[in-house]
């Protein structure tokens, strides 16, 4: 049986920390114990194994998944812990948030009522035909206020298509990731649109901005995901719903 | 081991800069993958596990003390959530045992394959807790120090820890026939 003192010494060579008189003790020892050769032996090829393995390359989807996360996306948005933690912690916020939040419930159920079931001059004149659901829906806007890109992204729905269209704002975040690398993706079930280049402003029809439009009347309720990419990274998440479904 | 860079990219983190948290994900990405494939065997627990970790830390960058080095805390998270997933593992699966997943880590050639895969099995021959100790020394390159902070032990008994699982390791490389 070995010593401590051996143990130490073995390991210690092999860890290349031996000083030049615990390399001669260690030899002194070694001649004397054949257990200490083999152990010696049986370490350095172990040893020797571990340190040849090779580091695997991680998958590909790894990072996306992690900066993609709404983990990542909803501490980012402003609600990061520390914030949220004092927000929670002060009685008089929580109940102004509550308050705020019931009012603008309200307003939204308010707001949806009128879409279902109030109808505008202009959807019954010269017609006593019902008018195509997309004809009612009023336009939506989606504010995107992130560190790569800035800008306002509104949604036109029609009787046959749905026209979007993103505006940059005029003082873009600074910085070699910013507009230029960035691209707004709007999906409608399988077909997706790419805006993208908004470091060059444009025109598009019918006023500034970048617009394309989705083929197909926009049904009640129907969600539109929306995702700005960086680099061809996911950055942040997020969806327009049409109006007029529960 | 590198880690210049690393205060600065949790400092600018900390403000909200998300490209900073990028750097340190394309930074820490692959040796904590590795860590936690060598922890589990499984690629995609291994990853699961990664994801996980690097969640954490931006979750609790706030917690984070700058006097300790940052890759000291990352691996800290990753040896620990490697540790969880095994106990997740012991309560849902039943014991496989060597047939488990074997699509370990790019060992090139064959003779490499059977060698890394017959080291790979002789690690999981050991407890977690001596797994974790070869893992940080011979696949992060830890010292003995790091080791301490990673695991919050005493140096010593990090030290004796090592040499016990390498005695470990090193008889069930040779049970195994790897060497």
Known sequence: MLDEKCLELLHAEIDGELSAAARAELSRRLLVSAEARALREDLRRACAELDRLPMAEPPAELRQHILGSPRVAIARNGTARTGGRWFRAV??????????????????????????????????????????????MAAGTLRVDLPELRGTLSFQPSARELLVRFEPDAAQPAGAHSAGSTEVVVARGEREVHLKGFAAPQQAEGGPGF??????????GEVVAVRILASGVLVHEDQWRAPGAG | MLEDGDGILVQRCRGGDRRA??????????????????????????????????????????????????????????????????????????????????????????????????????????KPDYRSVIVLRHLLDCSYQDMAEILDLPEKTVKSRLFAARQLLAEALRRGGVT
């Open chain 1, 91 to 136: 009685p008089v916020m929580r109940y102004a948030a509550v308050f705020v939040g019931g009012l603008l419930v309200s307003a939204l159920a308010f707001e949806a009522s009128r879409g279902l079931t109030g109808r505008g001059v202009e959807d019954v004149a010269g017609t006593m035909a019902s008018a195509p659901v997309a004809s009612r």
């Open chain 2, 21 to 126: 948290f990028e750097a340190l994900v394309l930074r820490y990405q692959k040796p904590v993958f590795n860590a936690a494939l060598r922890m589990l065997r499984n690629p995609e627990d291994a990853r699961d596990v990664a994801q996980t970790v690097f969640l954490k830390v931006y979750e609790h960058l706030a917690d984070y003390d700058p006097n300790f080095r940052f890759y000291s805390w990352i691996y800290r998270i990753a040896v620990n959530e490697s540790i969880n997933m095994l106990g997740r593992r012991r309560h849902h699966e039943p014991i496989v045992g060597d047939e488990a997943d074997d699509s370990v880590g790019p060992e090139g050639n064959v003779d490499g394959q059977q060698v890394g895969l017959g080291i790979q099995r002789a690690l999981m021959t050991l």
């Open chain 1, 211 to 220: 617009a394309v439009t989705l083929p197909g009347p926009v049904a009640e």
